[in-house]
Nanobody, 125 residues
């Protein structure tokens, strides 16, 4: 079992920055891949960025060059540094983890076993 708790969300103006954190507990082997997903009102959940034990790192095209994912070696904390935020980044952001290998073309799909409760990010223009 894995528990995930997000923090760091908030309200910022366009162009601002936020750093999200996800504190993980439970079996580290259940966290082969960890990532950030988001869901805006009326929209489906989409992958933002993921990192896996095999070194795979993926970003959604919409955040490339602005967001950076990282995690500590013990896989206890996952981070998402978000710079140059835009109003379209407004969403609930979720931390997720999964024990399985995910191919490059699949890692950003929201098919993860464990999810946090989410943290709200609001970007105003």
């Amino acid at each position: 079992q894995v528990q995930l708790v997000e923090s760091g969300g908030g309200s910022v103006q366009s162009g601002g920055s936020l750093r999200l954190s996800c504190a993980a507990s439970g079996n580290p082997s259940s966290r082969y891949c960890m990532g950030w997903f988001r869901q805006a009102p009326g929209k489906g959940r989409e992958g933002v960025s993921v990192v896996c034990d095999d070194g795979l790192t993926r970003y959604a095209d919409s955040v490339k060059g602005r967001f950076t994912i990282s995690r500590d070696n013990a896989k206890i904390t996952l981070y998402l540094q978000m710079n140059s935020l835009k109003p379209e980044d407004t969403a609930m952001y979720y931390c997720a983890a999964d024990p399985h290998y995910k191919g490059r073309g699949y890692a950003l799909q929201p098919d993860y076993s464990y999810w946090g409760q989410g943290t709200q990010v609001t970007v105003s223009s």
